[in-house]
């Protein structure tokens, strides 16, 4: 399978959220601050839906008698003090600002980078995505992930600007890296196994639940953006990162244990 076959799907997605970007941007210039403010209770009401549209599959999980929320709950838990130990938001907003100076951006441009990062690879489509497109070549997933992407960015990039932008970047990188990565990846995942079943597989549901709860927490930040409380108010969402991976060792823990 050639390359551009392996990475088609993750061209399209980049290429949606940079139109989409872009859009958004040149319509965000003409609206008025009370307007944009209405756009993000918008944006964080449908967020809040699929974020927890995607923490419902946590109910599909159990390893052993520990049911599946219960696993989220120690993951991010975890996850948050290891990615407090790492300083991972701060991070992440250093990174921000440089790009920031760099591209000489305005406003809320870190905000809008990390929330768009976050948002558009932190989810399902991102993994089974990937290793359909890799393992087949098959772009649908990541086409109609690309779509909702496009919509997303273009909402983001009116209110929070350039950054929202650079976030094309992420999707690119982490897609483009799943995708290439497919092979082991889903040897590891699957086990063998149909790679039909890869929506229904424990690992990729515990994962999932975990980032819905994640993306439930930008959500949040949108919505009290939206309502113009301060920063202090937000949840720390870059700082659960980790939880992506302690969450489904947890589950292989559990499940070695007790099955």
Same mark, same amino acid.
């Given at each position: %399978? ?15 959220? *940079? ?12 609206? @008025? ?13 449908? !967020?809040?839906? *699929? ?15 520990? @049911?599946?929320? +219960?696993?989220?709950? +120690? ?14 938001? &701060? ?5 921000? &600002? ?26 399902? /489509?991102?993994?089974?995505?990937? /290793? ?16 909702? &992407?496009? +919509? ?42 149909? @790679? ?5 597989? @424990?690992?990729?549901?515990?994962? !999932?639940?975990?980032?819905?709860? %994640? ?33 489904? /060792?947890? /589950? ?8």
């Amino acid at each position: %399978m050639s390359l551009l076959a392996q990475l088609s799907g993750t061209l399209i997605n980049t290429a949606t959220v *940079i139109v989409g970007s872009g859009l958004g941007l040149l319509l965000g210039s003409r609206l @008025p601050a009370r307007t944009q403010r209405t756009l993000l209770q918008v944006l964080s009401l449908v !967020t809040l839906y *699929i974020g927890l549209g995607m923490a419902n599959s946590l109910g599909s999980v159990r390893g052993g008698p520990v @049911p599946g929320v +219960i696993l989220a709950l +120690i993951g991010l838990a975890l996850g948050a003090v290891i990615g407090e130990a790492l300083n991972l938001e &701060d991070r992440l907003s250093h990174l921000g &600002d440089g790009l920031k100076r760099r591209m000489r951006g305005e406003g809320q441009f870190t905000e809008g980078f990390v929330a768009a990062s976050l948002l558009f690879c932190v989810g399902p /489509l991102t993994i089974v995505g990937g /290793l359909q497109n890799g393992l087949t070549g098959d772009s649908s997933s990541y086409v109609l992930k690309a779509t909702l &992407d496009g +919509i997303s960015s273009l909402a983001l990039a009116s209110v929070y600007g350039v950054g929202v932008l650079l976030s094309a970047v992420a999707v690119l990188v982490i897609q483009g890296s799943i995708a290439l990565a497919s092979g082991g990846l889903a040897g590891l995942l699957l086990g063998g196994a149909d @790679p039909a079943t890869l929506g229904s597989n @424990p690992y990729v549901l515990v994962i !999932t639940g975990a980032g819905g709860l %994640m993306i439930v927490g930008i959500g949040w930040n949108l919505m009290l953006a939206g309502l113009g409380f301060g920063e202090e108010h937000r949840v720390r969402v870059g700082s659960f990162l980790p939880a992506l991976l302690v969450a489904p /060792l947890l /589950l292989w823990a559990a499940r070695l244990i007790w099955e």
